[in-house]
């Protein structure tokens, strides 16, 4: 699994404020790691389930719009339900889930020249009919 967004991205796109807010979970000031890495990494996971169904993972390079989508799912699953912004939130999330779905479908690309598209898809055979309105079984 690829790594698309760090602690440092969150910080970077929210402040160390709102991160606080929604990643201090004992009330001592700091931001819980590990509560960050395991919304990151849930995050990442969600985005493979997309990503894989167009590209072959790992990709080889992470693209500025992953690291977006990861940091908005990631804050998302952070945030506590009593945050004023909920709805803010909520709608960024969506709004990543909607590109991704995109992507998934192939109608929007990551413009990532290495990356060979899935080849594998299903494929449907048998043998010719032998019942139908107008043949009978002999």
Do not use: C
């Not at 991160?19 to 849930?42: C, K, P, S, W």
């Not at 072959?56 to 992953?66: A, D, E, F, G, T």
């Not at 909520?90 to 109608?107: D, H, M, N, P, S």
């Amino acid at each position: 699994m690829a790594v698309y967004a760090t602690l440092q991205n969150l910080l970077d796109r929210f402040g160390t404020d709102a991160l606080l807010i929604a990643a201090d979970r004992d009330g001592d000031g700091q931001v819980d790691a590990d509560v960050v890495e395991q919304a990151l990494a849930d995050a990442d996971a969600e985005i493979d389930t997309y990503v894989g169904q167009q590209y072959q993972l790992p990709l080889p390079m992470v693209p500025r719009i992953l690291t977006k989508l990861a940091v908005d799912i990631a804050f998302d699953t952070l945030s506590p339900e009593a945050d004023t912004a909920t709805e803010h939130r909520q709608t960024r999330r969506e709004k990543a889930v909607q590109l991704l779905k995109l992507i998934a479908r192939g109608e929007v690309s990551l413009g990532i020249q290495q990356a060979s598209p899935v080849s594998i898809k299903p494929e449907i055979s048998s043998r010719p009919r032998r019942w139908g309105r107008d043949r009978r079984l002999t």
